[in-house]
């Protein structure tokens, strides 16, 4: 498998799209030129190192096709708002959303109160954390689920911070820790969040009214560990 480095962009309202198994590594801090296309990863990696590799807050937003993986790796959060993503990524194992650096990271947040990560799942997704680390979806961040189902697989963190809408399921495995931080999530017992043995949940000004299944041996709580 070939990796090849981005290092610009001639244009600031040129779209990208990511074909091939390979992987794209993209360095340049796009934002900075200010890029305002859009990037479509339909095969493949694609491994952002910098928080503005995806362009200007307000470009057109980075979309993560089913069958490819978007590997994070810069230490800040993006600067680009919106985020499309499905599937299970590289192979059906490396997750849609995938953190790509043994570290704590953050990648959604907002720069202000009124300025908001919208963030669209469209596709059955895997969002996998392979390093014993937290990988943050912050305030601000706006998770359309699309009804559908999203697993987060271990052995990290995952905390998921904001507002819900269109809810569908959760799982949890891969002995990964799911934290519901200052989110409503909506929904009914029409949606179901499976734990897995050796996962941990926690809620945090939570009332969720979902359908839990628990399977082997799971920590479930509602404050700290």
Known sequence: MKS??????AGTTVN???KGDGRLIVSTDLAAQSWKGAMRVEAGYFKPTVAG???TRDAAGLEIQSGATCEYAATAYMTCRTLKFGGFGVGGTQGAIRLGVNSNVTMLDRPNNSDYQKVTVTDDALIAIPYSRNFQFRYGTQFNMGGKKVTVEGPGVFCLMGSMSNPGDFEVTGSATLLFEQINLQGSSANTLTV???CRVRFANNHPTWTMRVKGTCYIGTSGW
Do not use: D, M, P, R
């Not at 090849?4 to 962009?9: C, D, L, Q, R, T």
């Open 53 to 55: 590799a995806c362009g």
């Open 4 to 9: 090849w480095f981005a290092f610009g962009i």
């Open 196 to 198: 897995n043995n050796g």
């Open 16 to 18: 990208l799209v990511k």
